[in-house]
Nanobody
Framework: QLVESGGGLVQAGDSLRLSCAASGRTFRTMGWFRQAPGKEREFVCAIRFLGSTDYTDSVKGRFTISRDSAKRTVSLQMNSLKPEDTAVYYC??????????????????WGQGTQVTVSS
């Protein structure tokens, strides 16, 4: 029900935009997580139904999450990319409102993942 697009190979300092299209329902919270090789999946950012956002510290000021008015597509604009941003990025969606939107446990649906590689 979540289809991601937009990953790729870029150089450090470049920008990339990821999109995630949801079908079948409207979700309360949508977010992005990432997983680098040998590491656990980590929270990147999320946006609630009414538009409030949350970002992990390492991407604040560089990444922007947004949602279309129909609440069916969420985008992640990534600027000033760094090699440490290299990971598989996953779109996630929740049918409930939770106070903690940084944990994978509070998301019901996941996309297939899209690779983002940033070369130095």
């Amino acid at each position: 029900q979540l289809v991601e697009s937009g990953g790729g190979l870029v150089q450090a300092g470049d920008s990339l935009r990821l999109s995630c299209a949801a079908s079948g329902r409207t979700f309360r919270t949508m977010g992005w997580f990432r997983q680098a090789p040998g590491k656990e999946r980590e929270f990147v950012c999320a946006i609630r139904f009414l538009g409030s956002t949350d970002y992990t510290d390492s991407v604040k000021g560089r990444f922007t999450i947004s949602r279309d008015s129909a609440k069916r597509t969420v985008s992640l604009q990534m600027n000033s990319l760094k090699p440490e941003d290299t990971a598989v990025y996953y779109c996630a969606a929740s049918t409930h409102e939770y106070s903690n939107i940084r944990t994978t446990a509070n998301y019901d649906f996941w996309g297939q993942g899209t690779q983002v590689t940033v070369s130095s």
